[in-house]
């Protein structure tokens, strides 16, 4: 596509096809004198050569009616047809061809204006200005329909960003794509870090990939605050940034600042200056900017509420484990990444009377009331637990707590009860995953009976009763640890087995090696329980 002028008055390069030297050098001369540039064929197939091989396509093309290889009207006709020259204009001219039907048939087959000679220098000048005028707004038009597509493109991917780093990518790669041209752009993260990000090579089709560069801004010595010179819409940017040409040089740049809020950072775009050709291209620019600094906004306040909703669903978790004689236990509680929302993940271990009561449960659903739900089952839990009720009875009772006061949830939870004396574990699962059970000579066992899950207002069988000997290892997790997409839960629990079956005798690097052979995907919280079962108090006591 050729420069656009916003002045329709501008000069133009026009292509003039008449195979009379004389007629060429009048309307030449004519042309320069009002301004314009011209380039000259003396028939139509070097015309259409000219326009295959220029570097610079002419705005118009006045074509003689009468050529020796060809019709102008089937030159016209060819530059039509060809996508690289459809929008120019041709004015068809004729000393012979002059009847209406001439004329008629000459607009019917594409040209844009038919002037008979001879042509008063007035008319000619003042039809090419016209033509020129009507033709550059019908480009504006195209090209300012064009970016308000890419502006629309890159605007979406700059609201579906997940992060600060997404954004900025997004940011970026919009700018340059709206204005094909290569763009930077500055930006506060929520977590208080300063971020420049710009393409390294020039974009010429506005459907490419730049490729994009994001690098951290240090803050300069003294100074808590990277941003303290981008206060104001002047475009001042830290000196320690380096850019590529011309986005570094001051002089040779377009930059446009974007607030969410008066008091915030704000987003800064760059793009060389010779890119902004329209009024409307600034414009286009600012609605990115101000779109980008939209959306930081609502991932600060999403980083804000989630940091506040992890502060609160820790507090709901046990500060500590009990110590017993009869098991050693250690847990890992990971929350789901920043872009996912929190869960109701939890766990409890609690020393009473009838032994040690261990127990990991999940709340369905991600959200803040998930969360609270997790605490107050936690909290009836421990209490039921506390006055002596055997697993099965707890259960029983958490889901008659939660048809009463949580009538729409549903919750998964496995409680087992250690007793002190003997061997003997009492395993209630209420449709959680099924313990682990690794016994001392490393061979494993899931214990897979299980009852309803909670909420359902659906009985629960007696409690299983499962012998394990001193030094078996219990294990209880949430699936965030195992659960994948479109991966069957058979195999990971099978692949859970056999990490367990070749890791280390202590709890807690039971857990460290779990993470580590199966790293979480941060879609999902993780809770973990790992119970070293010793000696019961009989064995101990001879």
């Known amino acids: 596509m050729t420069q656009q002028h916003s002045d329709d008055q501008a ?14 050098y009048v309307l030449a001369t004519t042309l320069e004198r009002g301004g314009h540039r011209v380039t000259t064929a003396e028939d139509g197939t070097r015309a259409l050569e000219l326009l295959r091989t220029a570097g610079e396509l002419p705005e118009i093309a006045i074509v003689d009616v009468r050529l020796p290889d060809m019709t102008g009207f089937e030159v016209c006709e060819h530059i039509k047809e060809n996508p690289a020259t459809a929008a120019m204009p041709v004015i068809n001219i004729s000393a012979s061809a002059i009847s209406a039907d001439d004329r008629t048939r000459g607009l019917y087959r594409g040209a844009d204006a038919y002037l008979v000679e001879p042509i008063a220098p007035g008319e000619l000048l003042a039809t090419v200005t016209a033509t020129l005028r009507y033709a550059r707004a019908r ?22 960003a997940t992060d600060a780093h997404e954004l900025i990518r997004a940011t970026t790669q919009g700018a340059a794509s709206v204005l094909r041209c290569d763009s930077a752009v500055f930006l506060h993260t929520p977590q208080g870090d300063a971020l420049v990000a710009h393409t390294t090579t020039q974009r010429q089709d506005p459907s490419s990939t730049a490729e994009t560069q994001v690098h951290p801004v240090p803050a300069p010595d003294g100074h808590d605050d990277a941003w303290t010179d981008l206060t104001d819409t002047t475009g001042g940017l830290p000196d320690r940034v380096s850019l590529p040409q011309p986005l570094s040089d001051p002089a040779g740049r377009r930059v446009v600042v974007g607030r969410a809020k008066p008091d915030r950072p704000p987003v800064v775009i760059l793009v060389p200056a010779s890119a902004v050709v329209l009024d409307d291209d600034h414009q286009l620019l600012h609605q990115l900017a101000r779109a980008s600094a939209l959306a930081l906004e609502a991932l600060r306040s999403y980083s804000e509420e989630h940091a506040l909703a992890l502060t609160l669903q820790r507090s709901f978790l046990p500060e500590k484990l009990p110590r017993t004689a009869r098991a050693d236990l250690a847990v890992r509680y990971l929350p789901a990444g920043e872009r996912a929302e929190i869960g109701g993940d939890f766990y409890e271990a609690i020393s009473t009377v009838n032994g040690l009561v261990v127990a990991v449960g999940d709340v369905a659903g991600h959200s803040l009331d998930a969360a609270m739900v997790m605490g107050q089952v936690r909290h009836a839990l421990r209490a039921y637990a506390l006055e002596g009720h055997p697993p099965h009875v707890i259960l029983s009772r958490l889901d008659h707590l939660l048809t009463s006061v949580e009538p729409s949830t549903a919750v998964t ?17 209420a449709g959680h995953l099924p313990p682990l059970l690794r016994a001392p000579d ?15 207002g659906l009985p629960h069988p007696p409690a299983l009763q499962v012998t394990a000997e001193s030094g078996s290892l219990l294990l209880l997790v949430t699936d965030g640890l195992i659960e994948r997409r479109h991966i069957d839960l058979q195999r990971s629990l099978d692949s859970l087995a056999r990490v367990l079956a070749r890791a280390p005798l202590s709890p807690e690097d039971v857990c460290d090696e779990l993470l580590d052979r199966l790293p979480p995907d941060g879609s999902d919280d993780i809770a973990i329980m790992a119970v070293h079962l010793n000696a019961p108090e009989a064995a101990r006591q001879r």
Do not use: K, Q
């Open 442 to 456: 490393g061979t494993t066992v899931y214990v897979e009976e299980h009852g309803p899950m909670l909420g359902l």
């Open 139 to 160: 480009r504006r038009a195209e090209l300012l329909a064009d970016r308000l597509h890419l502006l629309n493109r890159a605007t979406l991917a700059v609201y579906s």
């Open 11 to 24: 000069p133009a390069l026009i292509l003039v096809v008449d195979d009379d030297p004389t007629n060429r």
């Open 413 to 429: 939870l496995c409680v087992v009860l250690i007793e002190y004396a003997s061997e003997t574990l009492h395993v209630a699962n």
